[in-house]
C-alpha cells in the first residue's frame, strides 16, 4: 500500500513538473515573438525609424541570461567553475548560432510548406542523435509514433478545415540549398538539444552552471559579430536616442532568460526528445493562429 501510494505520488510530481515545463515554455515565446516582432517591424521616434540590427537583440539576450545563472549560482553557493570541458558548452553554443543561421538563410530559398514540414519534424533528428551521442535504443514503435506526430501536426497546419487549398503553398520554389538548409536546421537543432541533454546526464550538471557557460559563449560570439560588422555603436547610438526601445529590448531580454530556463529545466528533466515534442505542438498552435490571421486578411 505505501509503495503504491509513493508511485502515485511520484506520478504526480512529474506531472506538475510537465506542466510546469509546458506553460512555462509556451507562454515565455509567445511574449518573446510579440516582443520581438515590435522592436524589428515597429518604428521608434517621431522619424519613424526601424531597429535593424538584430544581433544586437541576441547579444542583450545573452548577456542579460549569463549574468541572471551567475548570479543564481553565486546566491545559492554553487562556484562558477565548468563541470564540462568548456569546448563543450562553446559546442552547444555555435550549433545553436547554426540552427538559427540555417532557419533564417532558408527562408530566402524555400516556400512555407517546407518550412512547416521541417519545424514539425523535430523528434525524428531528436532519436537519431540520441542514438548516435547518447546510445540510446528506440523501438520501430517510438519512430513510428515520432513519424505520426511529425505527420499529424503537418497536414492540420498545411490542409485546415474548410480549405480546398491552403493559402500557404502559394510561395517561392524550392530549391535544393533550401532544402539543404533545412536539413541543416534540423540537424544542428536536433544536435543542440540532445548535447544538452547528454551533458546534464553525463556530468550531474545544474541548469544554471550550463546556461551560463553556453550563453556566456554566444555572448562572446554575437559581441565579435557585431564588432566585425560595424554595428555595435550603430545600435548603442540607436536605443540611447530611443529610450522605448532600450526598455523593449530589457524587457525582450528578460523574457529570453526565463526561457531560456524553461528550455534547460525540460531538457534535463524530461530528456531532449520530449522538448522536441513540445516545440512541435507549439509549432501546430503557431502556424494555425498566423492561418486564421492570413485567412481573415484575405476577406
Known amino acids: 500500500m505505501a509503495e503504491t501510494e509513493t508511485a502515485n505520488g511520484v506520478k504526480e510530481n512529474k506531472l506538475w513538473k510537465g506542466v510546469f515545463a509546458v506553460s512555462g515554455i509556451m507562454s515565455t515565446l509567445v511574449i518573446y515573438g510579440v516582443l520581438q516582432e515590435k522592436i524589428m517591424r515597429v518604428p521608434y521616434g517621431l522619424n519613424k525609424e526601424f531597429f535593424k540590427y538584430s544581433l544586437f537583440l541576441v547579444f542583450c539576450n545573452r548577456l542579460t541570461t549569463s549574468a541572471v ?103 517561392r520554389e524550392n530549391t535544393v540549398w533550401g532544402v539543404s538548409l533545412m536539413a541543416g536546421y534540423l540537424g544542428f537543432d536536433g544536435f543542440t538539444s540532445t548535447f544538452q541533454d547528454k551533458l546534464f546526464k553525463g556530468y550531474n550538471m545544474e541548469i544554471h552552471n ?71 505542438t507549439r509549432q501546430a498552435k503557431k502556424q494555425t493562429r498566423s492561418q486564421s490571421l492570413l485567412n481573415r486578411l484575405n476577406n
Open 69 to 171: 545563472s551567475a548570479g543564481a549560482l553565486l546566491a545559492s553557493k554553487k562556484v562558477l567553475d565548468p563541470v564540462a570541458p568548456v569546448y563543450k558548452y562553446c559546442l552547444i553554443s555555435v550549433t545553436n548560432i547554426l540552427t538559427t543561421t540555417c532557419q533564417y538563410e532558408a527562408l530566402k530559398y524555400v516556400s512555407f510548406p517546407v518550412q512547416t514540414l521541417a519545424k514539425c519534424a523535430k523528434m525524428i533528428p531528436v532519436m537519431v542523435w540520441g542514438t548516435l551521442i547518447m546510445q540510446k535504443k528506440y523501438k520501430g514503435f517510438d519512430y513510428l509514433v515520432a513519424f505520426l506526430v511529425t505527420l499529424g501536426c503537418s497536414v492540420f497546419i498545411l490542409f485546415p478545415a474548410g480549405d480546398d487549398v491552403s493559402p500557404y503553398n502559394k510561395g
Open 210 to 280: 550550463q546556461i551560463f557557460y553556453t550563453t556566456l559563449c554566444s555572448c562572446v560570439l554575437s559581441f565579435i559579430g557585431l564588432t566585425l560588422q560595424g554595428q555595435l555603436l550603430l545600435a548603442v547610438d540607436f536605443v540611447s536616442r530611443h529610450r522605448d526601445c532600450l526598455v523593449d529590448i530589457a524587457l525582450l531580454s528578460t523574457v529570453a532568460t526565463a526561457s531560456q530556463f524553461f528550455i534547460s529545466y525540460t531538457i534535463r528533466t524530461f530528456g531532449a526528445l520530449t522538448f522536441a515534442a513540445i516545440m512541435t
